[in-house]
T-cell receptor, first 115, second 112 residues
Framework: AQSVTQLDSQVPVFEEAPVELRCNYS??????LFWYVQYPNQGLQLLLK??????LVKGINGFEAEFNKSQTSFHLRKPSVHISDTAEYFC?????????????FGQGTTLQVKP | ETGVTQSPTHLIKTRGQQVTLRCSSQ?????VSWYQQALGQGPQFIFQ???????GRGNFPPRFSGLQFPNYSSELNVNALELDDSALYLC???????????FGPGTRLTVL
């Protein structure tokens, strides 16, 4: 079975500081990994995804994530956050052995950027 | 090009009633997935439709059912509503099952 654990429910950070949102997964097969962002009263927007290849993945809005197979992690990072990055962030994996598009989401991490 | 749209935006129902939620997929997308997001939780996969056929289902009871139409829009139907069905229901469309999913804004369902 596959599952996703987001290790922090809330991450407060000051504007222009770096941030890391942590995500661990458990899976007995190959995984496809995603980070989504959800702004208040909106749907989810894809930040980045790892399907194969380079373990360092760059996404939109200056975010990047690194796939670490040995630690079963896919942590999201940004070197300098803005107030506008305040939102809910979800890590997700696909259900099944291939990228079927059937996503299993973590519980979410609320990023609070303070001025 | 319009994105994924969902209707209605909000809905209030009482226990035991039935509800239909609608989703219009992005132009050219033949796959629609539905998710339930309870307050403070991550979305949970309900089911996926690909070219009008169900293409996988999550751990939801049969009273959750769906349809996909020839224009690839979709409906989610929930019978015999329970209080725990109160949630944000999200649909996402994609060019194919393995492609990037684009989410709509969701329908907020409240069951009293």
């Amino acid at each position: 079975a596959q599952s996703v654990t987001q290790l922090d429910s809330q991450v407060p950070v000051f504007e222009e500081a770096p941030v890391e949102l942590r995500c661990n997964y458990s899976s007995s097969v190959s995984v496809y990994l995603f980070w989504y962002v959800q702004y208040p009263n909106q749907g989810l927007q894809l930040l980045l995804k790892y399907l194969s290849g380079s373990t360092l993945v760059k996404g939109i809005n200056g975010f990047e994530a690194e796939f670490n197979k040995s630690q079963t992690s896919f942590h999201l990072r940004k070197p300098s956050v803005h107030i506008s990055d305040t939102a809910e962030y979800f890590c997700a994996v696909t259900l099944g052995a291939s990228n079927t598009g059937k996503l299993i989401f973590g519980q979410g991490t609320t990023l609070q950027v303070k001025p | 090009e319009t994105g994924v749209t969902q209707s209605p935006t909000h809905l209030i129902k009482t226990r035991g009633q039935q509800v239909t939620l609608r989703c219009s997929s992005q132009s050219g997308h033949n796959t629609v997935s539905w998710y339930q997001q309870a307050l403070g939780q991550g979305p949970q996969f309900i089911f996926q439709y690909y070219r009008e056929e169900e293409n996988g289902r999550g751990n939801f009871p049969p009273r959750f059912s769906g349809l996909q139409f020839p224009n690839y829009s979709s409906e989610l139907n929930v019978n015999a509503l329970e209080l725990d069905d109160s949630a944000l229901y999200l649909c996402a469309s994609s060019l194919a099952p393995e492609d990037t999913q684009y989410f709509g804004p969701g329908t907020r369902l409240t069951v009293l």
